[in-house]
């Protein structure tokens, strides 16, 4: 086994894979909460549309960040 890997991976493969993947499925998560909550509040489609507006804007944030790190290829 090579000094620094684990799997047969680097540490930076294993956190570029964190970074797109493992958050990727956390944001997944994030929306399935946010739809659940407003599911058990009974907020109708304007609650539920503010509720996914507000509670997932950071999300958009971060997914955004990552489109324009590509295109820039920083």
Known sequence: ?????????????????????????????M???IGEIAWKSKAGKTGTLVLFFVLAFGMVGFVAKNILQKFWGT
């Open 31 to 33: 929306l399935f909460i």
């Open 1 to 29: 086994m090579a000094e620094g890997t684990l799997f047969g991976l680097t540490e930076a493969q294993i956190s570029e894979f964190g970074m797109t993947w493992g958050i990727g499925a956390f944001m997944l998560f």
